[in-house]
């Protein structure tokens, strides 16, 4: 097989991560509009779908340049690696979408993309040297975020609900969903505009390493065709929904009126747009998972199923090891088919 027919393989596999990254993470954009039933399910994807879209407009590349070579060690970044790394994510994503738990695609991605660069080095340099893979400086800015993202989601809806029930102290709760319904359309279609503006991104930065890989081009700049392909696919992935997410985020998590709905996902919006102008791939599920866990909490501590949260964390916790390990293994096998014909 020519370098050439395995890089636009390996492109095609990124575009289904993209496709996959959207179907899995569309419960994240809709799933508060469809549990305060301002819209219905299919209305949900559609409109989240077209701000996923046209998110490719705005904020530059900056978090693909981080994706692409932020924190994997360059030197040993190959197309079997960027591909066993793909698989690893895709692989994870699937399996937790079947779980119907929220996990992040964007942590899936980054543990695939890391664990493939470290089955390089142990593969080259022997599992003593497989530490060469990564850029071990730049991880902790990277993890951070696992804890960050949900925490500034919750603070951020927590106090965005207070104000509200400040502003609107003399309003009846009907009265206040009135004019939530409306606004939750706006809410809901930042939230999906921001979560397109960095996730598509991901992919953008993955399918640039494939092109400086394989040597079609220099340097590590996203071509027009790589930004419209990845936003192309990741909304064509959300028109698809995943509706066994929607349920455990929308009703299972807490319980959401628009007012609520409306809180969680601008809070959710600004902190991945925040994230988006600092370069950094953020987990858009981790944040919206909190900002909903922030509303509930404002009523009282017990409104926030615990146990569904915890379940939540524990798959947050495991995703960057557990699609690591499944890209290494991904990696070997690449490598044996590779010899084999």
């Known amino acids: 097989m020519s370098i050439f027919t395995l890089a636009l393989i390996i ?4 575009l289904v991560f ?5 179907f899995h993470d569309a419960a994240n954009s809709v799933a508060t509009i469809v549990a305060t039933r301002v819209l219905t399910p299919f209305q949900a994807v559609v409109w989240a779908a077209f701000f996923n879209f046209i998110s490719a407009f705005t904020f530059g590349t900056g978090v693909a340049t981080t994706m692409g070579n932020g924190f994997v ?3 040993l970044i190959t197309l079997e690696v960027i591909l066993a790394g793909l698989l690893g994510a895709i692989a994870w994503d699937l399996i937790t979408w079947w779980w119907g738990l929220p996990t992040s695609s964007s942590h899936a991605l980054i543990g695939g993309y890391a664990g493939a660069a470290l089955a390089n080095a142990a593969y080259r340099f022997g599992f003593a040297e497989c530490g060469r893979g990564l850029i071990l400086g730049e991880w902790p800015k990277t993890l951070s975020f696992i804890v960050l993202a949900p925490l500034l989601g919750l603070g951020l809806a927590y106090g965005l609900m207070v104000a509200v029930y400040w502003l609107f102290r003399n309003s009846t709760p009907s009265r206040m969903d009135v004019y939530f319904r409306k606004l939750q359309l706006v809410s809901a279609g930042l939230y999906s505009f921001a979560h397109g503006t960095n996730d598509a991104q991901k992919t953008m930065g993955i399918i640039t390493g494939v092109l400086v890989a394989s ?3 220099k340097e590590f700049i996203v071509p027009t065709w790589v930004i419209l392909s990845a936003h192309a696919a990741i909304a064509l992935g959300t028109l698809t929904g995943g509706w066994r997410i929607v349920h455990t985020m929308g009703s299972r998590l807490t319980r959401l009126k628009p007012r609520g709905g409306f809180c969680a996902e601008t809070s959710a919006a600004i902190s991945i747009l925040l994230a988006t102008s600092l370069h950094q791939p ?15 909490s404002i009523h009282r501590f017990k409104a926030v199923r615990w146990g569904i949260a915890t ?5 947050w916790v495991m995703t960057i090891p557990m699609a690591a390990m499944i890209a290494m293994l991904s990696f070997w096998l690449v490598e044996t088919l590779k010899k084999a014909f």
Do not use: C, K, P, R
């Open 282 to 296: 953020v987990s858009t599920t981790h944040v919206i998972a909190g900002s909903i866990a922030g509303v509930g």
């Open 311 to 315: 379940n939540i964390v524990w798959a």
């Open 18 to 22: 993209d496709f996959i990254n959207g």
């Open 11 to 14: 492109i095609a596999v990124a």
């Open 73 to 75: 060690n360059v030197e």
């Open 215 to 217: 040597q079609m081009q």
